[in-house]
């Protein structure tokens, strides 16, 4: 089926079509997910919280780019509006802790999440360089995530992220450069 019956169909509301683009999507927007949440269960919910939004959304797609470029920058928002909010929820309870005795598990970190498509023998490097991308601000993890975990390229992220194609180049030249800086203790340490 070409993109421009899909959406027509979509845009019908067809529960077969929408079967389809959950098929055809489904493993991306949970890998994207995935490598932003950092969380098997928050990649879980927040994937289909996307799928949700896909068809309740539909209608008003403009198709002033391809469907797949309007489902992860749907996907992108997500995540970060996420991001966002678990952190207000953190920052609130770290407040809150302050004054009970149980502060230090308000700085609960999730060191121990392992993104499934790492193979077993890289586990211990992919929590470390997750943890890494976690600490990138938000553009630059965006844009990481979406080029290197999920291949995306440079122009489709700049469609994405709604940012030039200059932008993003100068983002994932950022993100490295981060990247570097935040591993370099971690190789010194422990790849002697």
């Known amino acids: 089926m070409e993109e421009k019956e899909l959406i027509s169909r979509l845009k019908k509301n067809d529960e077969i079509a929408f079967g389809l ?4 999507f ?18 879980q919910d927040v994937t289909q919280e996307i799928f949700i939004t896909i068809h309740l959304n539909i209608k008003d797609f403009k198709e002033e780019s391809s ?5 992860y920058r749907i996907s992108v928002n997500k995540c970060l509006e996420f991001i966002r909010k ?3 929820k953190k920052r609130s309870g770290i407040f809150r802790s302050i004054f009970s005795s149980e502060s230090e598990k308000a700085l609960e970190n999730h060191s121990d999440f392992s993104h499934p498509g790492i193979q ?6 992919s929590i470390i360089l ?23 390229s440079y122009n ?30 971690y190789y010194e340490e422990n790849e002697k």
């Open 130 to 152: 997750f943890k890494a991308i976690g600490l990138l601000p938000e553009q630059q993890q965006t844009a990481y995530v979406l080029h290197k975990v999920e291949q995306v």
């Open 67 to 71: 469907l797949s470029t309007w489902i």
């Open 156 to 185: 489709e992220i700049a469609v994405i992220m709604e940012v030039s194609l200059s932008a993003v180049e100068s983002l994932l030249y950022r993100a490295k450069h981060n990247l570097k800086k935040h591993l370099a203790t």
């Open 21 to 24: 683009v959950v098929d055809l």
């Open 120 to 125: 077993l023998e890289n586990k211990e490097r």
């Open 86 to 88: 678990k952190n207000r």
């Open 26 to 43: 489904s493993k991306k927007v949970y890998n994207t997910c995935i490598g932003m949440l950092q969380n098997l269960e928050d990649a």
